[in-house]
């Protein structure tokens, strides 16, 4: 067995279910420990959600003026969901017809044993190389993510420290291993409109005034409104509504209010203000007496064909003579709070076909493949 696939599965062991990280990071920072980087561990959060976050460092022979690179991920997965319905022990790492079984094996598991282990065998290989590597491990991406990456941003943030380049290890290969990488995010906003009637008995509509015959013509004109084009690496922003809850569950009473639950996916080509104020419009011009309430879950980031774009690509096509492609599809991640403070933000990582799913699984024929891309990113970019 290879040094990642017995990391993989001692850390697909851990029950590490948000925001537990049951072990995970102190793995990690022994095994960083021993080959020269300074770790730090910080817990935050309510005491009902205590988030375990991973912070390391070792600084290469140029020191602060050399180049930084940061592995960044989570040890956080989600739920299990049924057991009954898993064919082997989600936290029992096991191995079928080529494939390696187990909650956290796609995402991300895998991709975290491939970080460390590339960076013990380049440092092997490179006692002295110039750039400086770095590692940001959170145990808060799966769940509300108000107490992990955003808040060691924010810490990097005030005590200066520079980065890069971050490659975060989340599944972006779609049919193949390194088929696709993300270069970026769409941003995600969420809103909870409340359009205000007038309840009434059902057999004497002039005495009151429904929501949902008002809000039709609104609604038809949200979805079909174009509210941008998009650009070279973002689908154009997409309006979606999720959830439409009115009346009190009997037959005979119109209701009094319609809530309404939407998300827009934006582009960089729309700001989120912008995106409120012609929704609002929009309600304002069919007459509604409404409210909304909005959350921004993040905004859209992106990173241009550069540096780290570069030396991902040349590793990916070595290790699998694939030509990747870059690509912003998919939902949110702890990019967005990366982006602020580190110039190239790259996701790279296995398979996504089963994150999430039953019987999560990996290729093990992939698992050395994606650690030496991580290894050969770091010879380009900091040896």
Not at 49 to 59: C, E, G, H, R
Not at 160 to 168: A, K, S, T
Not at 265 to 280: G, I
Request: hydrophobic residues 35%.
């Amino acid at each position: 067995m290879s040094a990642t696939l017995e990391l993989t599965e001692t850390l697909i062991a851990c029950q590490s279910v948000t925001p537990a990280d049951s072990g995970c990071q102190d793995l990690i920072a022994k095994r960083l420990r021993a080959i020269g980087f300074h770790t730090e561990s910080v817990v935050s959060g309510p005491e009902n959600f205590q988030v375990t976050n991973l912070w390391a460092i070792k600084k290469g022979k140029a020191g602060d003026e050399g180049k930084v690179l940061m592995f960044a991920g989570h040890t956080d997965v989600v739920s299990t969901g049924p057991l009954e319905k898993w064919t082997s022990n989600p936290f029992k790492p096991t191995i079928r017809d080529g494939k390696l079984y187990g909650r956290g094996a796609a995402d991300m598991k895998t991709s975290l044993a491939g970080f460390v282990v590339a960076t013990e065998e380049f440092i092997t290989a490179h006692p002295d190389h110039n750039g400086s590597i770095a590692f940001l491990i959170t145990s808060d991406e799966e769940g509300p993510a108000n107490d992990g990456t955003v808040i060691m941003c924010e810490r990097l943030q005030k005590h200066r420290q520079r980065l890069d380049y971050c490659v975060i290890g989340e599944p972006t290969s779609v049919y193949q291993l390194g088929d696709m990488i993300k270069n970026g995010r769409r941003g995600s906003l969420s809103g909870r409109v409340k359009i205000k009637g007038i309840q009434a008995h059902i057999a004497y509509p002039h005495l009151g005034k429904n929501p949902i015959h008002l809000s039709a013509p609104a609604i038809t004109a949200l979805v079909e409104t174009e509210w941008d084009n998009g650009n070279e690496y973002f689908q154009p922003t997409s309006f979606q509504i999720s959830n439409v809850h009115a009346g009190t569950g009997t037959n005979n009473v119109i209701p009094g209010e319609l809530v309404i639950d939407c998300n827009f996916r934006f582009s960089t080509e729309s700001k989120p203000e912008q995106l409120r104020e012609r929704l609002e419009t929009i309600l304002k011009n069919a007459g509604l007496d409404f409210d909304v309430k909005w959350v921004l879950g993040g905004s859209p980031f992106i990173t241009g064909d550069g540096a780290l774009a570069g030396a991902l690509r040349k590793a990916i096509k070595e290790e699998t003579q694939v030509d990747t492609e870059l690509s912003t599809t998919g939902g949110t991640s702890d990019g967005r709070f990366i982006a602020k403070i580190c110039k190239e933000v790259m996701e790279f990582g296995p398979l996504n076909a089963t994150s999430h799913k039953i019987d999560e699984c990996v290729i093990v024929d992939d698992v050395e493949p994606l650690k030496n891309i991580y290894r050969k990113t770091l010879e380009q970019l900091i040896a």
